[in-house]
């Protein structure tokens, strides 16, 4: 089944969790995504949080919503 909804704060780990569903395609039975990425509290994370934006970007079925 479809997930409706998926939400992740989870303070830096996103990125891996993220990086490891578009590998797997796990993030295409995911409808809603909405994460927050924490480059702004760890500038470190700043361009892999760009290019991971850019690669869900790319996943048609994916409605992304990105707070800060």
Request: net charge neutral; hydrophobic share 45%.
């Amino acid at each position: 089944k479809p997930v409706k909804i998926l939400k992740i704060d989870i303070e830096g780990a996103e990125i891996q969790v993220l990086e490891k569903m578009i590998k797997d395609q796990t993030l295409h039975w995911v409808e809603n995504l909405f994460v927050e990425f924490h480059d702004r509290k760890m500038p470190h994370l700043k361009e892999v949080s760009m290019r991971l934006r850019h690669e869900l970007g790319r996943i048609e079925s994916l409605n992304i919503v990105d707070w800060r």
